[in-house]
RNA sequence: GGCGGCAUAGCCAAGUGGCUAAGGCAGCGGUCUGCAAAACCGUUAUUCUCCGGUUCGAGUCCGGAUGCCGCCUCCA
């Protein structure tokens, strides 16, 4: 089996190659620091540290290089706009430490590097240099600039030519550029903005060239996999091949993989719109998980409609899920022995369940081979699921040996799925325990008059008297609460 | 205007030219249950927006039409 990603470069899937045989480097650009994260972000998140995890699954000794950009307009803005004494890095620090909480909540790993542009200026100035060097690039008044006209390539990414683009020019009228559509490398500062020195006087450096230079920095001047949104094609990474590629004249990254983009209604979910909903809030509603798992059983390329309907009928499939493992986890295994029981010397329905859950393995990792197809891969999730259940909620399930044997491989089968997809990482009691107790405080509920009325109910249930046993159960269900009666119990939850 | 993507059941959503078009939610019938819930079993698309074409064979490839969306301006 081998790994086949889709390369936005070529359009086509290809065969996985890491450059140097066992080790991954990625880079995937980040977030401007100057607002609180929404789904958007989340969504770009979650996959590439989807991907990033199945690569380490794989045997990979990944680098994953993820940056924050930390000098932008809008982060210079918001500094003038709130007049905060230390300027854009107090404004940035604050951002950066909401996305790290956010991303923690849903139990996205850390990158192994989160460099941020302002550490990397000298790297910048002296690409700028090279650049200028190589006849790339020339200085207008302390601004420099890119000229798009002298890279051979420039277009190859987004699939568009110079003619394309100028054909289509919306690009603001800037007579100091040679070509409208050059780029800035470098910005000489207006009154009042942060500066650093440079050899063409006090500037900043334009958006793009700080990719340029972390990547290269951490990662060499060629790397395997660029990643990003969408959005990010044009003219973000277009530039950043213009800069690498013409500085090092080697290729910057081996696949670019793009993620789609968060949609509200059919229509993109964008500041500019209004239409965002940032992930604090979600979180608000919602297990992490549930985030997760709605946000992968979509493909990660496609667009992505967010709903408070689609987002709770993951919750559904979540807690389906859950009550799976649930129940595995609630068999008294006590001390009972399975040490001597092997898939070899199983029989009849064990060994079954255990072959199929074999396949199921197979075919997830088939699907997650097949450019990350998480959604096929889940579905084969849910068929697992729906096998143990069979299982156990056979007539003939007893608790043994072999019974223990074949729930432990369960076991395993879903924290090696929940490994890779980062889902089924709670205690199945918790889970629910966190959705009730989010209902209870939302409904203003006294948690022990409620257990109160329970302990009667089931104290009217062993005397056998359903008549009061039902009259407690349509007392609670006005207030909203539904009873569960289950072997291990009496459970209930909040419609 | 230039470039590109998408269109699959009531809804969400996979689908790599070839066995019966994954999976989830909702619905219906059943098993189980004191009742209920959960779970399980069965069922729900003779057909993949429409029209042509290539092929022994197309949801999948090609051309066209329609509709929706994105990029070209900060954006994940």
Redesign the pocket.
Known sequence: MSLKIYNTRT?KKETFKPLRAGGVGIY?????AY?I?????A???VVFDVIKKYLQYRSYEVTYVKNF?DL???IIKKAISEGVSRGISEIADRYIRTYNEDMDALGVDRPTISPRATEHIDGMISLINTLLQKGLAYVVDGDVYYAVEKWKDYGKL????L???M??????VNEKKRNP?D?ALWKASKEGEPWWDSPWGRGRPG?HIECSVMSQRFLGDTFDIH??????????HENEIAQSEGASGKPLANFWI??????IK????????GN?FTIKDMLKNYHPEVLRL?ML???Y?????FSD??L???R??M??FY??LK?IRDVPASEMDYSQIFLEKLQGRHREVCDRLAVLSEKFL??MD??F?T?????????A??????Y????QFTVCPETLFVLHRAKIYFEEVGRILGLFLDEPDNYFCRARDRKVGESGLDVKEIECLIKE?VAA?EA?D??K??EI?RLLAEKRV?????PAG?TWEIE
């Open positions: 359009k995937v650009c980040g977030i401007t607002d994260c929404h789904a958007g972000h969504r770009s998140a950009t932008d307009d809008k987004s699939g568009r030519t003619e394309d683009l054909a289509g020019a919306r690009v603001e559509l780029f958006w990643g990003g949104g969408e959005d990010l094609i044009f003219p973000h793009h993620n789609g983009f968060v949609r059919g229509e993109k979910m964008s500041k500019s719109l965002t709605f059983t979509s493909h390329r496609g667009p992505l409609d309907d689609s709770d009928e993951a559904l499939g807690d389906r009550a799976t129940n088939e699907a097949d450019d197809n959604a096929r891969a889940i579905g084969y999730t849910f068929d699921a729906r096998l143990i259940n069979g156990m909620t056979d007539e109910r249930r056998k359903w008549e046993a039902d159960r539904s009873l569960k009666d289950t009496t």
